[in-house]
């Protein structure tokens, strides 16, 4: 998974990251990706740590925003 790899530097605690790992499966579930290896699943999970770090603790909302910001429309 994308966005363990990139959480791996020691900066979240563990409940950031599970609260990261969730909005991250929401995001992608609402985008209806699957494939962990298609670029666009590093894309999303950029965008999840981008919002976490801001201090938003909602997952939902987090992944709404990460899906917002990426300009992928849902289908």
Do not use: C, W
């Not at 363990?4 to 609402?30: C, H, M, Q, W």
């Not at 494939?35 to 770090?53: F, M, Q, S, W």
């Amino acid at each position: 998974m994308p966005i363990n790899r990139l959480l791996t530097d020691g900066k979240f605690k563990p409940e950031e990251i599970e609260r990261l790992n969730r909005a991250y499966v929401l995001a992608l579930r609402s985008l209806h990706l699957v494939e962990r290896n298609d670029p666009l699943t590093e894309l999303i999970a950029r965008k999840v740590i981008e919002i976490g770090a801001t201090g938003m603790l909602d997952p939902v909302d987090i992944a709404k925003i990460a899906v917002k910001r990426t300009g992928i429309s849902q289908h």
